[in-house]
């Protein structure tokens, strides 16, 4: 019988649409989840689900034990957090550390990493990049643990001779989530709130099955040592919340906020944030790294080396403010200012 396949995060975003994919080709899985993990996303799948925590090596390595393929998807995806080093940094670096070091003992066939673009860069331009390019001026805690882990990832590989392929996918919307992301924050921001202005900078727009099929042709046909970018359609941030305020019938926002009100907003945020003890909507560090800037990416490479294929933005938002406002993640008030509720 075939060795199951590890995934860790299985109950994330990408982690759980992963473990349906998987399923669905019919491999055995073993799906990961912290002891305080909510299990939700993965009822009804036939799944060996196992507890533990990427930070302790223990539970690493028996996770690990008997499996033949591991997908790392677990990470501290967060961009602000009251302790950053414990929430977004130590489960991003020691994490991947540990489950690296745990393949490579047990002698495992492949892994694939589960990085994000923000490893390459943003930038200021409305001009592509691709995987030849590498970000050294990140500025939120989220994209320096991800830089340091995809190092992290790449030198173990290269010290004990594990397989590491390296996945970078974009801004990921799309159905099958538990908990908001923080991609997907940005539209349920609007739904439930509205959005009075826009700032220029853009995003490539992927659909998380589309990232989670990337990853099954990284592990089939990837090159060890590679990475590879998932990112879908480019749109401006006018652009998106344009998209979905045709989608739902809400308004758009018609106002352009320059750069230097918009820090100014975030930080009269933080300083609420100070006294509330709620996260901010929006924090410096976040106008620092994506403010004006083009998170545009290039997935020829995916294309060309492993068939990798994409959905348009527009049927990924529709699949994502179906999944929001179906599953109670808009308020009422709101819901009932939705006039075109987006097709499945």
């Not at 348009?312 to 006039?339: N, Y």
């Amino acid at each position: 019988m075939a060795k199951p396949s590890l995934v860790t995060g299985a109950n994330g975003h990408l982690g759980n649409n992963l473990c349906r994919l998987l399923v669905e080709r019919g491999e055995r899985v073993r799906a990961m989840l912290r002891s305080s993990a909510d299990p939700a996303p993965l009822a009804g799948l036939d799944v060996e689900v196992v507890r533990g925590d990427i930070l302790s090596a223990a539970d690493a390595a028996a996770a690990v034990d008997g499996c033949g393929r591991v997908y790392h998807t677990a990470a501290g995806f967060l961009m602000w957090s009251r302790h950053p080093e414990r929430d977004i940094i130590q489960p991003s670096v020691n994490g991947t550390r540990n489950v690296l070091e745990a393949a490579a003992r047990a002698g495992i066939e492949r892994v694939v990493y589960t990085s994000t673009t923000g490893t390459i860069g943003i930038s200021t331009t409305p001009t592509p990049l691709d995987e030849t390019h590498y970000n050294t001026t990140p500025h939120t805690h989220y994209v320096r643990g991800k830089i340091a882990a995809e190092k992290e990832a790449f030198a173990i590989a290269k010290r004990t001779g594990v397989p590491v392929v390296a996945i970078q996918p974009g801004f990921i919307l799309g159905p099958r989530f538990w908990k908001v992301s923080e991609s997907v924050r940005q539209v349920a921001d609007f739904l439930n709130q509205g959005m009075p202005v826009y700032f220029d900078g853009g995003f490539g727009v992927v659909d998380v099955e589309d990232v989670a099929r990337g990853a099954l042709l990284a592990m089939d046909k990837g090159r060890p040592g590679e990475r590879y970018i998932f990112s879908g359609e480019d749109l401006t941030v006018k652009q998106l919340f344009d998209l979905v305020a045709e989608l739902t019938g809400l308004k758009a926002p018609s106002i352009k906020a320059p750069l230097p009100v918009l820090r100014l907003l975030a930080a009269a945020m933080e300083f609420a944030s100070k006294i509330t003890g709620t996260r901010p909507m929006l924090d410096r560090s976040q106008v620092d790294e994506f403010g004006g800037k083009y998170a545009y990416f290039s997935s020829a490479k995916a294309q060309r080396e492993l068939g990798y294929t994409y959905r348009p933005a527009r049927e990924t938002l529709q699949r994502t403010i179906t999944w929001l406002v179906e599953r109670g993640f808009v308020s009422e008030r709101r819901r009932q200012l939705i006039v075109k509720p987006a097709a499945a």
